[in-house]
């Protein structure tokens, strides 16, 4: 991974954390297609490095994924889910903040384990993205069936919404 896309995946993540921690629409668009994205550019990216230690690297790599997963889905019970406007709505609390930033530092101790046991740092480097996109479907496995329960739809989607009026 580049500077560029390093870059490019903080800038995601944090105008995605700042829009959910001040509360937004939850559409279906929004809950799945952006971890889909990030899962398959994750996959392509991983794909492209060369596997010197591929025992290591394939054991760094599901390891990983177990985790992005089961933290999302841990993240995704820490999220608030409500109607509002007749649509339902999500928030991130300050509970959820402290599960990104334990997963983060999770993350980072993971890597240093699977380097010590011998899996290759660019390996684990492209795979920081398919680990996000993972960590967001996750959450999205919790989030979308209690939104769901709700009883109350998903939100348009933007240009829907504006639309709606004329």
């Known amino acids: 991974m580049n500077l560029a896309t390093a870059l490019l995946v903080i800038a995601v993540l944090a105008y995605t954390m700042v829009r959910r921690f001040m509360g937004e629409p939850l559409t279906a668009r929004r809950l799945f297609v952006m971890p889909l994205v990030l899962t398959a550019y994750g996959l392509y990216t991983v794909a492209q490095t060369g596997f010197a230690h591929a025992t290591a690297d394939l054991v760094a790599l599901i390891s990983g994924g ?23 709505w999500y928030r991130y609390t300050w509970v ?16 240093a384990a699977a380097v010590s046991l011998g899996a290759d740092r660019p390996v684990l480097t492209a795979s920081m993205v398919l680990a996000l996109g993972l960590s967001f479907l996750g959450e999205a496995a919790v989030v979308g069936p209690r939104a769901m329960a709700t009883g109350a739809p998903f939100a348009p989607r933007r240009r829907d919404r504006n639309t709606a009026g004329r």
Do not use: E, P
């Not at 993240?75 to 608030?80: E, L, Y």
């Not at 903040?97 to 890597?111: K, P, S």
């Open 96 to 111: 959820t903040l402290a599960v990104w930033a334990a997963l983060i530092a999770l993350r980072f101790g993971q890597a």
């Open 66 to 88: 177990v985790i992005a997963v089961a933290g999302g889905a841990l993240r995704g019970r820490t999220v608030q889910v409500h109607v509002r406007d007749g649509h339902v």
